[in-house]
Each structure stands twice: as C-alpha cells, then as structure tokens.
C-alpha cells in the first residue's frame, strides 16, 4: 500500500482580488496611529502597508485576499487532505473546485465529478478518490485540484499587529550600522506567532 500522497500547493497564488476595506489598516489609520498631520510622507506610508501586509501574509502563511491556488499529489489515495489556512472555498466549475489528472502524453485532463467527492466546508480540504488506492505506474503531480478562495478575515489583533510593524518601518527607515544591536523583543511578533499556533 502506498503512503498517503504528500500533497504540495502551488506557491505561485493568483491574487485575485485586493483586500475588503477596513481588513488592514489603510493610509488614514497608520497616519493617526503614527501621529502623523502631514502629507509629504504619503507615498512612503503606502509603501509600508504593502509591504506590512506581505510580512504578515508569509510570516503567517496566510492569503488575506481571495486568491486561486492548485494542490498536487502524486497518487490516488482513498482520502486526500490538502491542509493550509484558506478562506471558504468560493470556486469553481458549477461551484465546485476541479480535480485533474495526467494522462500519458503528459496533459492534464478533467476527471469526471462522479469519481471523486469533495468536502470543502471545512480545513483540510479532503478529496474522497472513489476508486481507492492507485492501480499501475504513477506519475509525479498525477493530481491536480483547483480552486479559489474567499478572503481570509483579519482579527483584531492582527490589525493591531499591522499599525505596529508599519510604525516600526516608519520609525527606523535605514539599516542598522556597525554598533552592537540588541534584539528587542516585539509585541506584533506575539501576536503573529498567536495567530499561527491559533489557525494551524
């Protein structure tokens, strides 16, 4: 009997939408946060959510906007769990996500709905392969499952995380130099490391 296939995620995610308002702080709130009454630094603070919010996105592992992803496995299995820390499934082909297969001349083609059952109210995902464990050779990425979701809600204190790290850039634009640094402990990073321990 074959292991239970490891199931890897495409990294390459296609945003496709831009974060809900109010989700992450915008210009006006990291400007009252920074105390800020000025204009002149506008460009520079947007600059720093984009990239406030790209931290957090890898730092948790977490797509906050809705965003389209491809899970592979190597070989059919009973059941399939493809684990990550998605926003409800919104996608795809009459609602529902789409599971492909390589045939030998190496194209992915449709399965037909019939052969397999998703349940995607819940994390993991899990793809009920009817057919059971694989029969004959298998092939590296034999399975495909795509899908889109919706976006992943912010908690509170992940905001508040966002405000904080963007201070921090706002506050320390430059490197630091050749004297002796020590770390200091960060609160956003407790709360980030919460969410983390909290979602997986």
């Known amino acids: 009997m074959l292991k239970h296939p490891h199931v890897r995620i495409d990294k390459f995610v296609v945003r496709t939408s831009s974060y809900d308002a ?3 702080p915008d210009r006006a709130a990291l400007k009252t946060h920074l ?3 000025y204009d002149e630094d506008d460009a520079y603070i947007d600059t720093l959510l984009l990239t406030t919010v790209s931290y957090i996105e890898e730092y948790t592992d977490t797509i906050f906007a809705q965003a389209s992803y491809k899970a592979y496995w190597d070989h059919a299995y009973p059941v399939v769990l ?3 820390n998605f926003g409800t499934i919104v996608t795809a082909h009459h609602d529902r996500p789409l599971v492909h297969e390589l045939n030998d001349e190496d194209v992915y083609v449709l399965v037909d709905s019939s052969k397999y059952e998703l349940d995607t109210t819940n994390n993991p995902i899990r793809v009920h392969m009817k057919s059971g464990f694989a029969t004959g050779a298998s092939k590296l990425n034999k399975y495909r499952l795509s899908f889109t ?5 912010v908690p509170k204190y992940l905001y508040q995380a966002a405000l904080m790290i963007a201070g921090h850039f706002f506050e320390n634009r430059q490197d630091v130099g050749k004297d002796r640094v020590f770390e200091v402990p960060l609160t956003s990073r407790y709360l980030l490391e919460r969410y983390r321990s909290n979602s997986f």
Not at 149 to 153: A, E, F, L, R
């Open 149 to 153: 979701t919706s976006t992943k809600s």
């Open 82 to 84: 493809i684990s990550k």
């Open 35 to 37: 105390r800020v009454d």
């Open 22 to 24: 109010g989700m992450f």
